[in-house]
Nanobody
């Protein structure tokens, strides 16, 4: 499933951005979709995931309450609404897919996902 993340850019601290993950040729609703980010010199970090049905979501503690993952079935996209952005949110953001949802309370990591798209750069700076 070719994926493309978009919506990144430069934003001031406290601002917001909405990222979008789009797939061509396949319905994203068939997959669990995750959002990750990777800052320079750091490992890729899990942020959020959403089940194919859209019923279940999971968040990393670092973004819980600030980021919201959602599906737009009409557009075949999975979005990440990011509010109250901080300079430490600066990173390249990626989306990825896997077939199955994980049991509630599971730890998510990049190793859980096999299909990755190109990232989009988010820079939070004044």
């Amino acid at each position: 499933v070719p994926l493309q993340a978009s919506g990144g850019g430069l934003v001031q601290p406290g601002g917001f951005l909405r990222l979008s993950c789009a797939a061509s040729g396949r319905f994203l609703s068939r997959y669990t979709v995750g959002w990750f980010r990777q800052a320079p010199g750091k490992e890729r970090e899990f942020l959020a995931a959403i089940r194919g049905s859209g019923v279940n979501t999971a968040y990393a503690d670092s973004v819980k309450g600030r980021f919201t993952i959602s599906r737009d079935s009409a557009k075949n996209t999975v979005n990440l609404q990011m509010n109250s952005l901080k300079p430490e949110d600066t990173a390249v953001y990626y989306c990825a897919t896997r077939w199955a949802w994980k049991v509630s309370g599971s730890i998510w990591s990049s190793a859980d996902f096999a299909n990755w798209g190109q990232g989009t750069l988010v820079t939070v700076s004044s």
